[in-house]
């Protein structure tokens, strides 16, 4: 069976989702815990009768790790605390590009209300996640992820607006963002970002009148695929690795990666062909694409990559479309030019990777460890940018710890939403850099737990998805002595 086609695996990721998901693991941990290995074994023999043909092979492998009662001792230290150890730009940058950096940073910071009244400002909605990019890209400095508050809840009902919180959304939780698997009501594919607000009763919004989605039977029937916000520190590096490193990459160290069971596959892009990097599922080729498409998605705010309202009720579009566009006025070049999109864009192309911590003997040894545990075959610790036509971004070894491609990441972290060529259970290797102080983890922010975070990689095939490509990494890890473990852990919040 393919497991990229949403349409023949629908009806059984259903059953995956919300609750059952939980209790799954929650029943997976508990075996973990109080179960003697011989009996996983057995439980194990039993599930394979479950395998789809396809899955067959990795079977010896799962009843290897199965056979391997783990323990895990290691705590996570938490996230290294304030100040922030990213959030500059990058020190390579000209003395023109340095001169344009205050411009970037306060289209990055910027509110948008509904009315547009200046080429800089306005154009939110008719339907919006949050206000500001830097509201969502947060922490631990402006660029990043969440921040530990959530600032949803100051924007819901701001100005008027008459929205309710969804459920899922949490005061000291991540800000998430969520699509819907299906059409809802139908068994038709959906896949798109559903906006959790409109701006309905806000004193700008005039007589439009739209409602929200509806999260809560959304939520009831297992149709929500929620996403957490990723980092963009050094996206302008991953940008232009050259693709040929990428798959030269892929290529290496193939013995150890099938002894691990480890195989991933790179994310083509429709357009030129190349390799794509950003987004859960690198759904997405340049930070430019994805700063036009934030824009629109996120904030309704339409721009010259994505020019048209998503949602077009009459009454509900206030401003002509584009909402933002390049300004020619000759004598503003540093302010205004070019459109609000694209000098996103150069800020988050800009930001130079987050800075590790000092290091200590733990951390040194836990480096080991992450490369004999096999992390690393997944999580490759570095790709050297080429000579670029910007000279600041290029020959630029970056730690980044991620092989940009997407593996089958188990039952457990499928979200049943399949996008582009990465299937339902397929994600990006995220990159590591900067874990070191970020608050959440996995594409929908389950834990802020680091420990957790590695043991949910874990999980056997069913009757919808094959077993988890890391699971003898994981077993590898659990099988580390409780102090290999713990130096492992130290060295992820040393990143
Ligand atoms: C509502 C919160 C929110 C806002 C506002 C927001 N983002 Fe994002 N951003 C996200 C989420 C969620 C993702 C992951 C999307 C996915 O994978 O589907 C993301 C991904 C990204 C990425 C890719 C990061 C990576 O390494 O994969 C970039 C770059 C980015 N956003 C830039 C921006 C810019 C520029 C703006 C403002 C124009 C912005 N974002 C506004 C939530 C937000
Ligand atoms: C088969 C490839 C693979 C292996 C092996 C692997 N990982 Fe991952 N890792 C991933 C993927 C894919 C994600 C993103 C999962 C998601 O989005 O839900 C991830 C996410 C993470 C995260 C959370 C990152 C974030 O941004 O939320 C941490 C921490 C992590 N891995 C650590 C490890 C450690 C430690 C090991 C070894 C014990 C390991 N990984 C082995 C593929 C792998």
């Not at 919006?128 to 660029?143: I, T």
């Not at 050259?242 to 990666?257: A, P």
């Not at 339902?424 to 975070?453: C, K, S, Y």
Request: hydrophobic content about 35%; glycine content about 8%; aromatic content about 8%.
């Amino acid at each position: 069976m393919s497991f990229r086609d949403t349409t023949k695996t629908k009806g059984k990721n259903m059953s995956l989702r919300g609750t059952d998901l939980q209790a799954q693991s929650k029943t997976w941990k508990m075996l973990r815990v109080i179960l003697p290995a011989a009996l996983l074994l057995a439980a194990c023999t039993a599930a394979t009768a479950y395998l789809p043909k396809k899955a067959t092979k990795l079977v010896a492998s799962m009843r290897a790790n199965a056979s391997l009662a783990p323990t895990v001792s290691a705590v996570d230290p938490g996230p290294r605390a304030l100040p922030a150890s990213a959030g500059s730009f990058l020190s390579t940058l000209s003395a023109n590009e340095q001169q344009i950096e205050p411009s970037l940073t306060t289209e990055f910071n910027r509110t948008h209300d509904v009315i547009v009244t200046s080429p800089t400002d306005g154009g939110l909605g008719p339907r919006f996640n949050e206000n500001s990019c830097a509201s969502c890209h947060a922490y631990p400095a402006v660029g990043g992820s969440s921040p530990p508050t959530n600032p949803l809840f100051s924007i819901y009902n701001f100005n008027g607006a008459s929205n309710t919180m969804p459920s899922f959304i949490t005061s000291n939780g991540p800000i998430l963002e969520a699509r819907f698997i299906n059409q809802p009501g139908t068994t038709i594919p959906d896949g798109t970002v559903h906006q959790l607000f409109t701006i309905k009763g806000r004193s700008d919004a005039g007589s439009c009148s739209i409602s929200q989605p509806d999260f809560a039977t959304a939520a009831s029937q297992g149709n929500l695929a929620l996403r957490q916000v990723p980092p963009t520190y050094g996206d302008g590096l991953i940008e232009v690795i050259r693709n040929l490193d990428i798959v030269s990459n892929m290529n290496s160290n193939q013995t150890i990666k099938a002894s691990l069971g480890i195989s991933g596959h790179p994310i083509y892009s429709g357009n030129d062909g190349s390799i794509q990097r950003f987004g859960w599922k690198a759904q997405v080729r340049s930070t430019l694409l994805m700063a036009g498409n934030q824009m629109n998605v996120e904030m309704g705010v339409t721009n010259e990559i994505f020019p048209n309202e998503i949602d077009q009720t009459p009454g509900c579009v206030l401003n002509p479309v584009p909402e933002t566009v390049t300004n020619f006025n000759p004598n503003i070049l540093t302010e205004m030019f070019p459109g609000d999109a694209e000098r996103a864009e150069h800020f988050t192309q800009w930001l130079a990777p987050p800075t590790p911590g000092p290091s200590n003997n733990s951390t040194k040894n836990g480096k080991t460890q992450f490369t004999n545990a096999g992390c690393v075959y997944c999580h490759t610790t570095s790709f050297t940018t080429p000579a670029t036509s910007r000279p600041a971004l290029g020959n630029i070894t970056i730690n980044l710890y991620s092989d940009l491609l997407v593996h089958h990441m188990g039952p457990g972290l499928a979200d049943g939403l399949a996008q582009g060529s990465a299937g339902p259970d397929e994600f990006r290797t995220a990159p590591l850099w900067g874990i070191g102080q970020r608050l959440w983890f996995m594409h929908d922010g389950r834990t802020n737990n680091i420990v957790t975070a590695i043991e949910d990689h874990y999980s056997l095939g069913n009757g919808s998805y094959p077993a988890s490509e890391a699971n003898q990494s994981i077993t590898n890890f659990n099988n580390l002595s409780p102090k290999n473990q713990q130096d492992l852990v130290n060295f992820l919040r040393q990143l």
